[in-house]
């Protein structure tokens, strides 16, 4: 399976959770920016439902910042990968600053994205996770855990087009529930399962969040 674009994808894991015969009524939709937003409204716009954010960040080897040793989430909510610390010989206490910078990060994102940084009462939810796929894992982790740490959601539901299958067995330890419509054993990127697989623009992500925003008041 090959999705054309980030909407299809959407279109597809829109039905395959109606096909679970759960009620998501009075639930919300939090995508992970900037490409997971895409797929994110189209099950919004499918369940009518809000939509918001979380955004998760990788966090970077020291003098390598684009080796991932771990991620956080805006309240902090921290995971490494604790066979590289070991290889690299750091300790989490080593990784700080990193971690504050890129906490600083997301909370400019949430600003830039959203007008502001705190969210609506979503404790006791039902809430849909939704990423346009997973590769390690690290990040989407980092956001299951501050999902349950800021919200304990009543129901936490994973919704992801496609991640490989040691990823997602990884994952769904976490969540309630887990919907993946592609586990591919050949996984390279997520991006080679999308034609289409055009970077998400800032603006986008504002639109669509305004369009789909006011579907909280039909809950």
Request: glycine share 10%; proline share 5%.
């Amino acid at each position: 399976m090959v999705f054309q674009d980030r909407a299809e994808a959407g279109k597809r894991l829109t039905e395959a959770l109606r096909g679970t015969g759960g009620s998501f009524r009075g639930g919300v939709v939090l995508a992970v920016p900037r490409g997971g937003v895409v797929v994110g409204a189209q099950v919004a716009r499918g369940l009518g439902l809000p939509l918001d954010l979380i955004i998760p960040r990788k966090i970077g080897a020291p003098h390598n910042p684009e080796a991932a040793i771990g991620a956080v989430a805006q309240d902090g909510t921290a995971i490494f990968d604790r066979q590289i610390l070991n290889v690299l010989k750091l300790r989490e206490e080593d990784l700080q600053a990193e971690v504050a910078r890129e906490v600083a990060e997301i909370r400019r994102r949430m600003k830039r994205y959203r007008g502001k940084e705190d969210y609506p009462p979503y404790d006791g939810k039902k809430i849909i996770l939704v990423d346009d796929g997973v590769a390690t894992g690290y990040t989407i982790l980092a956001a299951i855990r501050s999902l349950k740490n800021m919200f304990y959601p009543e129901e936490l539901v994973l919704a992801i087009p496609v991640a490989p299958p040691d990823t997602l067995a990884m994952l769904k330890k976490e969540v309630d529930r887990a919907v993946c419509l592609l586990t591919p054993a050949n996984f390279y990127a997520v991006g080679q399962f999308y034609v289409d697989f055009a970077q998400t623009t800032d603006e986008e992500v504002i639109d669509l969040l305004r369009e789909l925003a006011d579907l909280a008041g039909r809950n």
